[in-house]
């Protein structure tokens, strides 16, 4: 089984997502591009890459550069060692033939650490300033999650109760956009989509910003309606396989993500998310009487 504590260096690809929001925009052109298209990327000349992503050499040497490497020719040596070694690639497939139940436990316990660690990496700490600063000045805070994410969104309820801000999660496509009708300015509405085009939560944010709420997103990482909608966005990262589809490792992202806000938010409250715990676990003592 894989140790959590060994240092894994990121990927490149993950890298690449770390510093994407700190790129120019021909910069960002190219990383879509490259994202888009890893495995194509690792056949191509520096001058085919810029013609592909519409940007000169030189926006292409200097992304390379950004990222550590001495030139383009290191930056693809790393990125197809990465695409095409197996061996590197922890997100492996389960094989329902040659897997017997311990090597299903260590690939799933494997993938799901590494989709923590590529997570971690791509906090954009600036947004995560800006998200934590509107939830702990918020009059109210909504979250709003379909399907999977919906129990992400009750997690999020459940634990942000204590700090005394008043909230509520809303599973509901109707009562979300009920709710977020009535949000006005100093509310905040966190929308949860791994896909990040979920209809229901856009429709619920877009209500939520239009009613002068701030609105937050918790997606994975790339383009999507979701992004260009919320005010601001914490990102998760997953790889897919036939077996594990991005939504389940990215599950666990999600809930990280939640528990890094409520703290952050907890200790800027410390002592009245101290006094609300503690009034919580006298209620459960008493009813347990």
Not at 93 to 98: A, H, P, T
Not at 150 to 172: L, N
């Amino acid at each position: 089984m894989a140790d959590i504590s060994t240092h894994v260096p990121p990927s490149v690809l993950t890298q690449l997502r770390a510093i994407y929001s700190q790129l120019s925009g021909k910069e960002q052109q190219i990383a879509d591009y490259i994202l888009e298209h890893a495995s194509d990327v690792i056949h191509l000349s520096i001058t085919e890459l810029a013609d592909q992503s519409q940007c000169a050499d030189a926006t292409v040497f200097r992304l390379c550069r950004r990222l550590g490497f001495r030139g383009y020719q290191a930056f693809k040596i790393a990125l197809a060692s990465e695409v095409t070694n197996p061996k590197q690639s922890i997100y492996q497939e389960i094989n329902l033939d040659d897997d017997d139940l311990g090597s299903i436990a260590e690939k799933i316990f494997t993938a799901n650490i590494e989709t923590l660690r590529d997570t971690q990496q791509i906090i954009d700490k600036e947004a995560l300033m800006k998200i934590v600063n509107c939830l702990e000045t918020a009059r109210r805070i909504e979250f709003y999650g379909s399907g999977g994410s919906a129990a992400i969104a009750q997690d999020a309820y459940h634990k942000f109760m204590r700090t005394g801000i008043p909230c509520i999660h809303h599973s509901d496509a109707h009562y979300q956009v009920m709710s977020a009708s009535l949000l006005s300015a100093g509310d905040v509405a966190v929308g949860i989509s791994h896909s990040g085009s979920n209809e229901d939560i856009l429709e619920a944010l877009r209500v939520a910003k239009e009613a002068g709420a701030k609105t937050i997103g918790i997606t994975s990482y790339g383009k999507s309606p979701l992004v260009r909608l919320a005010d601001i966005c914490l990102y998760t990262t997953s790889r897919e396989t036939v077996f594990r589809t991005e939504a389940l490792s990215s599950r666990l992202a999600q809930l990280s993500l939640i528990d890094l806000l409520y703290v952050a938010v907890s200790l800027r409250r410390q002592e009245q998310t101290i006094t609300n715990i503690q009034h919580i676990r006298e209620a459960i003592s008493l009813k347990r009487l």
